[in-house]
Structure formats: structure tokens, C-alpha cells
Nanobody, 120 residues
Framework: QVQLVESGGGLVQAGGSLRLSCAASGSIFGINTMGWYRQAPGKQRELVASITSGGSRNYADSLKGRLTISRDNAKNTVFLQMNSLKPEDTAVYYC??????????????WGQGTQVTVSS
């Protein structure tokens, strides 16, 4: 069993910052890509940012400059630093990881989501 546990969401005023964390645990041999997606009410889930085990980063074009994704491979944890938040950033943020289990089976796992609300 593999589990992703997110933390760090909450309510913040426009212009503020939040730092999200996501820790993976369970039967994990290795983790390739870890990332964050978000889903606002009435909208499709979209990629926010991702990072490979080697440190290669990918950001949504609309969010570049305001986000920094990082990870601690030793702790199987990924972080998302969000700055200059806007009301349109309000969404549920989901952690995602591409994991290889000890059995050799590759899986894609999602966290339960953490709510980020930005007030104007």
C-alpha cells in the first residue's frame, strides 16, 4: 500500500504565500516524478508543477514565476512554495507521484487533496 499525505493548505489573502507539502509512504522502491495538480470548482484538474527524481522541473505556463517546486528524495516528500497568490488560485491541490513498488510494479498515486482559498 502506498499513501500520499498532503499538508499546508488553508486560507490566505491575495498577495500572500503558502507552502504545500506531500509525503509518500508505504511499499516504495523508488519515486520518479512527483507533482501538484489543482482543481477549481467547475473546472478540470490541471497540472501546476512537477519534479523528477533528478530535479528537472516543469511548471504550468500561467503560474511560472510565482511557484517553486522542490523535493527531498530521502524523505519521499515534495514541496510547493506559492507566492503572490491570487483569488483565481483557489482550488483543491492534489499531490501526484509515479512510484515503483518493491514488487517492481509502477503505479500512479494521488493524495486526497488540500484546499487552498485565496481571498480578495
Amino acid at each position: 500500500q502506498v499513501q500520499l499525505v498532503e499538508s499546508g493548505g488553508g486560507l490566505v489573502q491575495a498577495g500572500g504565500s503558502l507552502r504545500l507539502s506531500c509525503a509518500a509512504s508505504g511499499s516504495i522502491f523508488g519515486i520518479n516524478t512527483m507533482g501538484w495538480y489543482r482543481q477549481a470548482p467547475g473546472k478540470q484538474r490541471e497540472l501546476v508543477a512537477s519534479i523528477t527524481s533528478g530535479g528537472s522541473r516543469n511548471y504550468a505556463d500561467s503560474l511560472k514565476g510565482r511557484l517553486t517546486i522542490s523535493r527531498d528524495n530521502a524523505k519521499n516528500t515534495v514541496f510547493l512554495q506559492m507566492n503572490s497568490l491570487k483569488p483565481e488560485d483557489t482550488a483543491v491541490y492534489y499531490c501526484n507521484a509515479r512510484i515503483t513498488r518493491f514488487t517492481g510494479t509502477p503505479i500512479v498515486t494521488w493524495g486526497q487533496g488540500t484546499q487552498v482559498t485565496v481571498s480578495s
